[in-house]
């Protein structure tokens, strides 16, 4: 079975902290995401990966940033993090030439 | 671009009663289908796809799922359901380069 993990289950961080969000797939995928998931609002992508040291823009790349220096590895980072960033943030990985995404547990960020 | 639309946020359905959830998606030019169903604090996991092959695709817990191109639908069904599957479950349609997500069905099976 494909196996996602994050760093973290739960974070609580104050206003104005550097993040470091961090997950590992262990299936030698190649395409690396990170949503936020907001309870009305659904998934939204925050940024993608296709390969190491690639990354794309989502839909909300506002105020992150990402890093993937491993294929293993994509990291997410709020470089000042603010109370409008409170939520769950999930990590998925998918196969190159596969379809479906598989996901991590989740990390249920808290900024106050 | 590519829509995912779940009309019902909600769904409450006794135990053992039967349920629909209904999804529908914009454009149906190669387009291959998911559901995933994400339990309280957790992470998405997948429940059952349509990549191509027959319409009617079912899930090891009693799920299924029909691809129906002509009304750009992916319905999911369940004849009887558990307390168990109380959830919320997302639709989502894969595009070769995007990933796209409906805002998700809460169900509450109520004993």
């Known amino acids: 079975d494909v196996k996602v993990t994050q760093s973290s289950r739960y974070l609580v961080k104050r206003t104005g902290e550097k993040v470091f969000l961090e997950c590992v797939q262990d299936?030698?995928?190649?395409?690396m995401f990170w949503y936020r998931q907001d309870p009305g609002l659904g998934l939204r992508l925050i940024y993608f990966s296709y390969d190491v040291k690639m990354k794309e823009k989502g839909d909300i790349p506002e105020g992150y940033s990402v890093s993937r220096e491993k294929k293993e590895r994509f990291s997410l980072i709020l470089e000042s993090a603010s109370t409008n960033q409170t939520s769950m943030y999930l990590c998925?990985?998918?196969?190159?030439?596969?379809?479906?995404?598989?996901f991590g547990p989740g990390t249920r960020l808290t900024v106050t | 671009a590519q829509s995912v639309t779940q009309l019902d946020s909600q769904v409450p359905v006794f135990e053992e009663a039967p349920v629909e959830l209904r999804c529908n998606y914009s454009s149906s030019v190669s387009v291959y289908l998911f559901w995933y169903v994400q339990y309280p604090n957790q992470g998405l996991q997948l429940l059952l796809k349509y990549l191509s092959g027959s319409t009617l695709v079912e899930s090891i817990n009693g799920f299924e799922a029909e691809f129906n191109k002509s009304q750009t639908s992916f319905h999911l069904r369940k004849p009887s359901v558990h307390i168990s599957d109380t959830a919320e479950y997302f639709c989502a349609v894969s595009e070769p380069d995007q990933f796209y997500f409906g805002t998700g069905t809460s169900l509450t099976v109520i004993p």
């Open positions: 998925a990985s998918r196969g190159q030439g596969h379809y479906e995404q598989y």
């Open positions: 299936m030698d995928h190649e395409n």
